[in-house]
Protein backbone atom coordinates (compact mmCIF):
# COMPACT_ATOMS: atom_id res chain seq x y z
CA UNK A 1 0.00 0.00 0.00
CA UNK A 2 2.90 2.35 1.53
CA UNK A 3 4.45 1.28 -2.54
CA UNK A 4 1.50 2.44 -3.77
CA UNK A 5 1.04 5.16 -2.82
CA UNK A 6 4.33 6.66 -3.59
CA UNK A 7 4.15 4.77 -7.14
CA UNK A 8 1.21 7.06 -7.59
CA UNK A 9 2.58 10.35 -5.76
CA UNK A 10 5.70 10.00 -7.76
CA UNK A 11 4.91 8.17 -11.62
CA UNK A 12 7.40 7.86 -13.62
CA UNK A 13 8.99 10.96 -12.58
CA UNK A 14 10.93 10.13 -8.88
CA UNK A 15 11.70 13.71 -7.95
CA UNK A 16 8.63 15.56 -9.42
CA UNK A 17 7.82 18.32 -7.03
CA UNK A 18 11.39 17.80 -5.14
CA UNK A 19 13.76 20.77 -5.28
CA UNK A 20 17.61 19.45 -5.89
CA UNK A 21 20.74 21.27 -5.00
CA UNK A 22 23.68 19.91 -6.54
CA UNK A 23 27.19 21.34 -6.41
CA UNK A 24 29.63 20.66 -9.03
CA UNK A 25 33.53 21.27 -9.91
CA UNK A 26 36.28 22.59 -7.85
CA UNK A 27 36.50 25.22 -5.59
CA UNK A 28 39.81 27.46 -5.91
CA UNK A 29 41.63 29.18 -3.29
CA UNK A 30 43.46 32.35 -4.08
CA UNK A 31 47.28 32.91 -2.55
CA UNK A 32 47.26 36.02 -4.28
CA UNK A 33 45.62 37.72 -7.64
CA UNK A 34 47.25 35.25 -9.84
CA UNK A 35 48.09 32.05 -7.85
CA UNK A 36 45.50 29.48 -6.31
CA UNK A 37 45.45 25.97 -5.25
CA UNK A 38 42.75 24.13 -6.87
CA UNK A 39 41.95 20.60 -7.47
CA UNK A 40 41.40 18.60 -10.24
CA UNK A 41 37.60 18.07 -10.35
CA UNK A 42 36.28 19.03 -14.04
CA UNK A 43 32.50 19.30 -12.74
CA UNK A 44 30.83 16.64 -15.40
CA UNK A 45 30.14 14.20 -12.13
CA UNK A 46 28.23 16.88 -11.11
CA UNK A 47 26.41 18.41 -13.94
CA UNK A 48 25.48 14.92 -14.87
CA UNK A 49 23.67 14.79 -11.97
CA UNK A 50 21.93 17.43 -12.17
CA UNK A 51 20.74 17.16 -15.57
CA UNK A 52 20.29 13.72 -14.49
CA UNK A 53 17.55 14.91 -12.13
CA UNK A 54 15.87 17.41 -14.34
CA UNK A 55 15.29 14.39 -16.44
CA UNK A 56 13.54 12.71 -13.19
CA UNK A 57 11.04 15.79 -13.04
CA UNK A 58 13.04 17.64 -9.88
CA UNK A 59 13.20 21.66 -9.57
CA UNK A 60 17.18 21.88 -10.04
CA UNK A 61 19.95 24.42 -8.13
CA UNK A 62 23.32 24.03 -9.62
CA UNK A 63 26.35 25.48 -7.57
CA UNK A 64 29.60 25.20 -9.82
CA UNK A 65 32.67 25.81 -8.93
CA UNK A 66 35.00 26.93 -11.91
CA UNK A 67 34.44 25.05 -14.66
CA UNK A 68 34.28 24.64 -18.27
CA UNK A 69 30.83 23.86 -18.39
CA UNK A 70 27.35 24.52 -20.56
CA UNK A 71 24.27 24.38 -18.01
CA UNK A 72 22.57 21.45 -18.76
CA UNK A 73 19.37 21.95 -19.96
CA UNK A 74 16.16 22.88 -17.86
CA UNK A 75 18.43 23.72 -14.66
CA UNK A 76 16.09 26.13 -12.95
CA UNK A 77 19.31 28.08 -11.25
CA UNK A 78 23.22 28.43 -11.62
CA UNK A 79 25.27 29.92 -9.07
CA UNK A 80 29.19 30.12 -10.03
CA UNK A 81 31.30 30.61 -7.38
CA UNK A 82 34.92 30.21 -6.79
CA UNK A 83 36.16 29.88 -3.10
CA UNK A 84 35.23 27.22 -0.49
CA UNK A 85 33.65 29.96 1.40
CA UNK A 86 31.56 31.77 -1.61
CA UNK A 87 30.46 27.80 -2.36
CA UNK A 88 29.51 27.81 1.31
CA UNK A 89 27.36 30.79 1.40
CA UNK A 90 26.07 29.81 -2.13
CA UNK A 91 24.90 26.20 0.05
CA UNK A 92 23.41 27.20 2.85
CA UNK A 93 21.34 30.14 1.14
CA UNK A 94 19.71 27.36 -1.13
CA UNK A 95 19.74 24.64 1.64
CA UNK A 96 16.55 26.06 3.47
CA UNK A 97 14.25 25.07 0.51
CA UNK A 98 15.35 22.34 -0.88
CA UNK A 99 14.42 18.74 -0.23
CA UNK A 100 17.55 16.95 -1.69
CA UNK A 101 21.51 18.18 -1.30
CA UNK A 102 23.94 16.27 -4.04
CA UNK A 103 27.48 17.42 -3.19
CA UNK A 104 29.33 16.45 -6.21
CA UNK A 105 31.86 19.18 -5.95
CA UNK A 106 35.44 18.61 -4.78
CA UNK A 107 35.72 21.57 -1.94
CA UNK A 108 39.27 22.49 -1.05
CA UNK A 109 40.20 21.42 2.29
CA UNK A 110 42.45 24.23 2.75
CA UNK A 111 42.91 27.65 2.09
CA UNK A 112 45.92 30.42 2.85
CA UNK A 113 45.90 31.51 6.28
CA UNK A 114 46.99 35.24 4.02
CA UNK A 115 45.46 35.97 0.50
CA UNK A 116 48.50 38.68 -0.72
CA UNK A 117 47.19 41.71 -2.16
CA UNK A 118 49.70 41.63 -5.01
CA UNK A 119 51.01 39.23 -7.28
CA UNK A 120 54.07 37.52 -4.32
CA UNK A 121 57.41 38.32 -5.51
CA UNK A 122 59.66 35.50 -6.39
CA UNK A 123 62.76 36.04 -4.27
CA UNK A 124 66.06 34.12 -5.98
CA UNK A 125 66.96 30.95 -4.51
CA UNK A 126 64.72 30.96 -1.62
CA UNK A 127 62.36 28.46 -0.53
CA UNK A 128 58.74 29.08 0.39
CA UNK A 129 56.53 28.17 3.04
CA UNK A 130 52.73 28.57 3.07
CA UNK A 131 50.25 28.23 5.44
CA UNK A 132 47.56 26.70 5.13
CA UNK A 133 44.04 27.07 7.18
CA UNK A 134 41.03 24.27 7.24
CA UNK A 135 38.12 25.12 5.42
CA UNK A 136 34.88 24.89 6.41
CA UNK A 137 33.26 21.43 6.01
CA UNK A 138 29.68 22.35 4.02
CA UNK A 139 27.88 18.79 3.96
CA UNK A 140 28.74 18.43 7.68
CA UNK A 141 27.63 21.63 8.93
CA UNK A 142 24.40 20.90 7.25
CA UNK A 143 24.30 17.66 8.58
CA UNK A 144 24.55 19.55 12.26
CA UNK A 145 21.72 21.49 11.48
CA UNK A 146 18.30 19.89 13.28
CA UNK A 147 16.18 20.32 9.63
CA UNK A 148 17.91 19.80 6.24
CA UNK A 149 17.86 18.32 3.16
CA UNK A 150 18.43 14.83 2.27
CA UNK A 151 22.21 15.11 2.14
CA UNK A 152 24.10 12.99 -0.59
CA UNK A 153 28.29 13.30 -0.18
CA UNK A 154 30.84 12.62 -2.46
CA UNK A 155 34.02 10.45 -1.08
CA UNK A 156 36.64 10.79 -4.38
CA UNK A 157 39.88 8.61 -2.74
CA UNK A 158 42.92 7.14 -4.45
CA UNK A 159 42.27 4.01 -1.33
CA UNK A 160 40.22 2.43 1.41
CA UNK A 161 37.72 3.75 -0.51
CA UNK A 162 35.31 1.95 1.66
CA UNK A 163 36.40 2.65 4.62
CA UNK A 164 36.88 6.28 4.18
CA UNK A 165 33.58 6.64 3.04
CA UNK A 166 31.08 4.52 5.61
CA UNK A 167 33.52 6.75 8.29
CA UNK A 168 32.52 10.11 6.08
CA UNK A 169 29.12 8.79 5.90
CA UNK A 170 28.29 8.88 9.89
CA UNK A 171 30.66 11.14 11.26
CA UNK A 172 29.05 13.92 8.72
CA UNK A 173 25.49 12.72 9.39
CA UNK A 174 24.74 12.15 5.91
CA UNK A 175 22.19 10.18 4.45
CA UNK A 176 23.81 8.73 1.20
CA UNK A 177 27.66 8.83 0.34
CA UNK A 178 28.90 7.71 -3.17
CA UNK A 179 32.52 6.97 -3.67
CA UNK A 180 34.37 6.99 -6.40
CA UNK A 181 38.09 5.31 -6.54
CA UNK A 182 40.28 8.46 -8.42
CA UNK A 183 43.00 7.88 -10.54
CA UNK A 184 44.68 4.91 -13.20
CA UNK A 185 41.72 6.36 -15.69
CA UNK A 186 39.04 6.78 -13.65
CA UNK A 187 37.33 9.81 -11.75
CA UNK A 188 38.79 13.30 -12.20
CA UNK A 189 38.57 15.49 -16.04
CA UNK A 190 37.83 11.70 -17.51
CA UNK A 191 34.10 10.35 -19.49
CA UNK A 192 34.32 7.37 -17.03
CA UNK A 193 33.79 6.48 -13.37
CA UNK A 194 32.81 3.93 -10.88
CA UNK A 195 31.06 4.73 -7.84
CA UNK A 196 30.04 2.79 -4.37
CA UNK A 197 26.92 3.70 -2.52
CA UNK A 198 26.90 3.43 0.84
CA UNK A 199 24.19 4.77 3.27
CA UNK A 200 23.79 3.89 7.43
CA UNK A 201 22.36 0.15 6.54
CA UNK A 202 23.25 -0.90 3.54
CA UNK A 203 24.81 -0.01 0.47
CA UNK A 204 25.39 -0.82 -3.96
CA UNK A 205 27.84 -0.72 -6.27
CA UNK A 206 26.69 1.09 -9.93
CA UNK A 207 28.87 -0.49 -12.35
CA UNK A 208 31.39 1.43 -14.52
CA UNK A 209 30.45 3.63 -16.85
CA UNK A 210 29.84 7.15 -18.48
CA UNK A 211 29.38 9.94 -15.92
CA UNK A 212 25.70 10.81 -17.75
CA UNK A 213 24.45 6.78 -17.31
CA UNK A 214 25.89 6.52 -13.45
CA UNK A 215 23.97 9.81 -12.50
CA UNK A 216 21.15 8.65 -13.71
CA UNK A 217 21.27 5.46 -11.73
CA UNK A 218 22.86 7.45 -9.15
CA UNK A 219 19.20 9.83 -9.38
CA UNK A 220 17.16 6.72 -9.27
CA UNK A 221 18.72 5.36 -5.97
CA UNK A 222 18.67 8.98 -4.25
CA UNK A 223 14.92 8.85 -5.32
CA UNK A 224 14.43 5.84 -4.24
CA UNK A 225 16.37 6.22 -0.47
CA UNK A 226 14.88 9.29 -0.32
CA UNK A 227 11.28 8.00 -0.41
CA UNK A 228 12.01 5.15 1.86
CA UNK A 229 13.01 7.94 4.63
CA UNK A 230 11.71 11.44 4.28
CA UNK A 231 8.89 11.05 1.96
CA UNK A 232 6.82 11.72 5.19
CA UNK A 233 3.59 13.12 3.14
CA UNK A 234 3.54 9.49 1.34
CA UNK A 235 3.72 7.74 4.76
CA UNK A 236 1.09 9.29 5.99
CA UNK A 237 -1.34 8.23 3.01
CA UNK A 238 -0.04 4.70 4.38
CA UNK A 239 -0.73 5.48 8.09
CA UNK A 240 -4.32 3.91 9.18
CA UNK A 241 -6.91 6.64 9.06
CA UNK B 1 68.87 49.32 -49.21
CA UNK B 2 68.66 47.27 -46.06
CA UNK B 3 65.05 47.96 -45.44
CA UNK B 4 64.33 47.07 -49.30
CA UNK B 5 66.41 43.85 -49.34
CA UNK B 6 64.27 42.94 -46.12
CA UNK B 7 61.09 44.24 -47.57
CA UNK B 8 61.91 41.84 -50.77
CA UNK B 9 63.12 38.83 -48.43
CA UNK B 10 59.86 38.99 -46.12
CA UNK B 11 57.52 40.30 -48.79
CA UNK B 12 53.84 40.66 -46.50
CA UNK B 13 54.60 37.30 -44.79
CA UNK B 14 57.01 38.86 -42.12
CA UNK B 15 57.71 35.65 -40.76
CA UNK B 16 58.03 33.30 -44.04
CA UNK B 17 60.93 30.52 -43.31
CA UNK B 18 61.07 31.13 -39.90
CA UNK B 19 60.30 28.51 -37.29
CA UNK B 20 58.18 29.98 -33.91
CA UNK B 21 57.86 28.37 -31.04
CA UNK B 22 55.13 29.59 -28.71
CA UNK B 23 54.38 28.61 -24.61
CA UNK B 24 50.86 28.91 -23.74
CA UNK B 25 48.63 28.80 -20.67
CA UNK B 26 49.11 27.94 -17.06
CA UNK B 27 51.33 24.93 -15.26
CA UNK B 28 49.94 23.18 -12.66
CA UNK B 29 52.65 21.94 -9.65
CA UNK B 30 50.73 18.86 -7.83
CA UNK B 31 50.70 18.55 -4.11
CA UNK B 32 48.76 14.98 -4.52
CA UNK B 33 46.93 12.89 -6.81
CA UNK B 34 44.24 15.28 -6.02
CA UNK B 35 45.59 19.00 -5.44
CA UNK B 36 47.46 21.50 -7.12
CA UNK B 37 48.78 24.82 -7.23
CA UNK B 38 48.17 26.91 -10.17
CA UNK B 39 47.39 30.26 -12.09
CA UNK B 40 44.69 32.15 -13.65
CA UNK B 41 46.48 32.10 -17.14
CA UNK B 42 44.00 31.23 -19.84
CA UNK B 43 46.04 30.45 -22.37
CA UNK B 44 44.07 32.65 -25.03
CA UNK B 45 46.77 35.25 -25.22
CA UNK B 46 49.39 32.46 -26.23
CA UNK B 47 47.03 30.52 -28.42
CA UNK B 48 46.82 34.31 -30.33
CA UNK B 49 49.94 34.39 -30.41
CA UNK B 50 50.24 31.24 -32.08
CA UNK B 51 47.60 32.10 -34.64
CA UNK B 52 49.04 35.65 -35.33
CA UNK B 53 52.37 33.81 -36.22
CA UNK B 54 50.66 31.23 -38.31
CA UNK B 55 48.88 34.26 -40.36
CA UNK B 56 52.64 35.93 -40.95
CA UNK B 57 54.11 32.63 -42.51
CA UNK B 58 55.90 31.29 -39.39
CA UNK B 59 56.21 27.03 -39.10
CA UNK B 60 54.20 27.33 -35.47
CA UNK B 61 55.29 24.68 -32.51
CA UNK B 62 52.66 25.54 -29.53
CA UNK B 63 53.48 24.21 -25.90
CA UNK B 64 50.65 24.40 -23.76
CA UNK B 65 49.88 24.15 -20.46
CA UNK B 66 46.70 22.89 -18.99
CA UNK B 67 43.94 25.22 -21.00
CA UNK B 68 40.30 24.23 -22.72
CA UNK B 69 41.60 25.73 -26.03
CA UNK B 70 41.35 24.13 -29.79
CA UNK B 71 44.78 24.31 -31.56
CA UNK B 72 44.46 27.41 -34.10
CA UNK B 73 44.22 26.32 -37.67
CA UNK B 74 47.59 25.85 -38.77
CA UNK B 75 49.81 25.19 -36.07
CA UNK B 76 52.54 22.72 -36.85
CA UNK B 77 52.63 20.70 -33.86
CA UNK B 78 51.02 21.17 -30.47
CA UNK B 79 52.67 19.28 -27.37
CA UNK B 80 50.72 19.69 -23.95
CA UNK B 81 52.63 19.83 -20.45
CA UNK B 82 51.42 19.96 -17.27
CA UNK B 83 54.17 21.08 -14.99
CA UNK B 84 57.06 23.18 -15.11
CA UNK B 85 59.37 21.12 -15.40
CA UNK B 86 57.64 19.14 -18.15
CA UNK B 87 57.46 22.60 -19.93
CA UNK B 88 60.82 23.09 -19.26
CA UNK B 89 61.75 19.62 -21.38
CA UNK B 90 59.39 20.65 -24.14
CA UNK B 91 60.69 24.03 -24.48
CA UNK B 92 64.47 23.12 -24.75
CA UNK B 93 63.76 20.06 -26.77
CA UNK B 94 61.95 22.76 -29.03
CA UNK B 95 64.62 25.89 -29.02
CA UNK B 96 67.04 24.66 -30.33
CA UNK B 97 65.21 24.70 -33.95
CA UNK B 98 63.41 27.67 -33.25
CA UNK B 99 64.07 31.55 -34.41
CA UNK B 100 62.65 32.83 -32.41
CA UNK B 101 60.41 31.60 -28.88
CA UNK B 102 57.91 33.57 -27.25
CA UNK B 103 56.90 32.82 -23.79
CA UNK B 104 53.40 33.51 -23.11
CA UNK B 105 53.16 30.99 -20.31
CA UNK B 106 52.61 31.68 -17.16
CA UNK B 107 55.17 29.47 -15.85
CA UNK B 108 54.69 28.34 -11.88
CA UNK B 109 57.66 29.81 -9.70
CA UNK B 110 56.85 27.22 -7.14
CA UNK B 111 56.43 23.70 -6.84
CA UNK B 112 55.87 21.55 -3.73
CA UNK B 113 58.84 19.98 -1.75
CA UNK B 114 57.11 16.87 -1.83
CA UNK B 115 54.61 15.51 -4.03
CA UNK B 116 52.39 13.16 -2.33
CA UNK B 117 51.47 10.05 -3.49
CA UNK B 118 47.89 9.05 -2.13
CA UNK B 119 45.72 11.90 -1.55
CA UNK B 120 46.92 14.04 1.93
CA UNK B 121 43.68 13.41 4.49
CA UNK B 122 42.75 16.78 6.59
CA UNK B 123 43.38 16.54 10.24
CA UNK B 124 40.63 18.13 11.70
CA UNK B 125 41.42 21.66 13.50
CA UNK B 126 45.05 21.61 12.52
CA UNK B 127 46.62 24.36 10.07
CA UNK B 128 49.30 22.85 7.43
CA UNK B 129 52.08 24.38 5.97
CA UNK B 130 53.49 23.42 2.83
CA UNK B 131 57.00 23.67 1.61
CA UNK B 132 57.79 24.94 -1.55
CA UNK B 133 60.85 24.85 -3.75
CA UNK B 134 62.05 27.05 -6.93
CA UNK B 135 61.15 26.17 -9.90
CA UNK B 136 63.67 26.52 -12.98
CA UNK B 137 63.25 29.32 -14.80
CA UNK B 138 62.74 28.34 -18.58
CA UNK B 139 63.23 31.36 -20.23
CA UNK B 140 66.73 32.64 -18.11
CA UNK B 141 68.40 29.57 -18.88
CA UNK B 142 67.61 29.89 -23.01
CA UNK B 143 68.98 33.60 -22.79
CA UNK B 144 72.45 31.91 -20.91
CA UNK B 145 73.10 29.82 -23.66
CA UNK B 146 75.46 30.71 -26.02
CA UNK B 147 72.95 30.10 -29.05
CA UNK B 148 69.46 30.69 -28.54
CA UNK B 149 66.17 31.59 -30.71
CA UNK B 150 64.99 35.10 -30.21
CA UNK B 151 63.87 35.25 -26.87
CA UNK B 152 60.47 37.18 -26.12
CA UNK B 153 59.01 37.13 -22.42
CA UNK B 154 56.01 38.24 -20.54
CA UNK B 155 55.55 40.02 -17.43
CA UNK B 156 52.16 39.77 -15.81
CA UNK B 157 52.48 42.59 -12.71
CA UNK B 158 49.78 43.63 -10.43
CA UNK B 159 51.51 46.60 -10.11
CA UNK B 160 55.00 48.63 -11.23
CA UNK B 161 54.69 47.00 -14.52
CA UNK B 162 57.26 49.23 -16.62
CA UNK B 163 59.93 48.64 -13.63
CA UNK B 164 59.46 45.15 -13.09
CA UNK B 165 59.63 44.53 -17.17
CA UNK B 166 62.59 46.48 -17.52
CA UNK B 167 64.71 44.41 -14.99
CA UNK B 168 63.05 41.00 -16.22
CA UNK B 169 64.52 42.12 -19.57
CA UNK B 170 67.66 42.66 -18.34
CA UNK B 171 68.10 39.94 -15.81
CA UNK B 172 67.12 37.21 -18.11
CA UNK B 173 68.83 38.02 -21.57
CA UNK B 174 65.93 38.43 -23.37
CA UNK B 175 65.66 40.34 -26.78
CA UNK B 176 62.05 42.03 -25.99
CA UNK B 177 59.46 41.77 -23.25
CA UNK B 178 55.66 42.21 -23.76
CA UNK B 179 54.39 43.56 -19.83
CA UNK B 180 50.47 43.32 -19.28
CA UNK B 181 49.15 44.60 -16.15
CA UNK B 182 46.57 41.82 -14.69
CA UNK B 183 43.33 42.56 -12.63
CA UNK B 184 40.65 45.24 -12.78
CA UNK B 185 39.29 43.84 -16.19
CA UNK B 186 42.17 42.97 -17.97
CA UNK B 187 44.41 40.22 -18.25
CA UNK B 188 43.49 36.30 -16.85
CA UNK B 189 40.91 35.23 -18.75
CA UNK B 190 39.57 38.14 -20.00
CA UNK B 191 39.15 38.81 -23.95
CA UNK B 192 40.97 42.35 -23.46
CA UNK B 193 44.00 43.17 -22.79
CA UNK B 194 46.70 45.69 -22.93
CA UNK B 195 50.87 45.40 -23.24
CA UNK B 196 53.56 47.91 -23.33
CA UNK B 197 56.54 46.31 -25.51
CA UNK B 198 60.25 47.16 -23.60
CA UNK B 199 63.64 46.17 -25.91
CA UNK B 200 67.12 47.17 -24.81
CA UNK B 201 67.11 50.31 -26.60
CA UNK B 202 63.37 51.43 -26.96
CA UNK B 203 59.80 50.37 -26.26
CA UNK B 204 56.31 50.93 -27.61
CA UNK B 205 52.59 51.06 -26.03
CA UNK B 206 50.36 48.91 -27.85
CA UNK B 207 46.71 50.09 -27.41
CA UNK B 208 43.86 48.42 -25.16
CA UNK B 209 41.99 45.79 -27.52
CA UNK B 210 40.98 42.52 -28.23
CA UNK B 211 43.60 39.78 -27.78
CA UNK B 212 43.54 38.47 -31.61
CA UNK B 213 44.13 42.07 -32.37
CA UNK B 214 47.02 42.29 -29.53
CA UNK B 215 48.34 39.33 -30.78
CA UNK B 216 48.95 40.54 -34.59
CA UNK B 217 50.55 43.57 -33.63
CA UNK B 218 52.75 41.95 -31.35
CA UNK B 219 53.95 39.39 -33.47
CA UNK B 220 54.73 42.54 -36.18
CA UNK B 221 56.71 44.03 -33.74
CA UNK B 222 58.11 40.72 -33.22
CA UNK B 223 59.11 40.36 -36.68
CA UNK B 224 60.32 44.12 -37.28
CA UNK B 225 62.82 43.76 -33.94
CA UNK B 226 64.20 40.32 -35.45
CA UNK B 227 64.55 41.21 -38.64
CA UNK B 228 66.81 44.62 -37.36
CA UNK B 229 68.98 42.39 -34.93
CA UNK B 230 68.97 38.90 -35.90
CA UNK B 231 68.51 38.86 -40.06
CA UNK B 232 72.19 38.45 -40.25
CA UNK B 233 71.29 37.01 -43.87
CA UNK B 234 69.54 40.10 -44.67
CA UNK B 235 72.35 42.18 -43.61
CA UNK B 236 75.00 40.46 -45.48
CA UNK B 237 72.97 41.78 -48.61
CA UNK B 238 73.32 45.12 -47.51
CA UNK B 239 77.36 45.05 -46.47
CA UNK B 240 79.22 46.26 -49.37
CA UNK B 241 80.72 44.06 -52.05
Avoid at 10 to 18: N, P, Y
Avoid at 209 to 217: F, H, I, R, S, T
Wanted: proline share 5%; glycine share 10%; with cysteine.
Amino acid sequence: QLRDAVAASFGSDELRGLRVLVSAGPTYEDLDPVRFIGNRSSGKMGFAIAAAAVRAGAEVTLVAGPVHLATPAGVARRIDVRSTVQMQAAIYAEAARADIFVSAAAVGDYRPQEVAPHKIKKQAGEALSLALQENPDIIAGLGRQRQHPFLVGFAAETRDVARYARDKLARKGLDMIAANRVGEGLGFDMADNALSLFWADGGLDLPQGPKCELAWQLVQQIAHRYRLTRATGAVAVDSPA
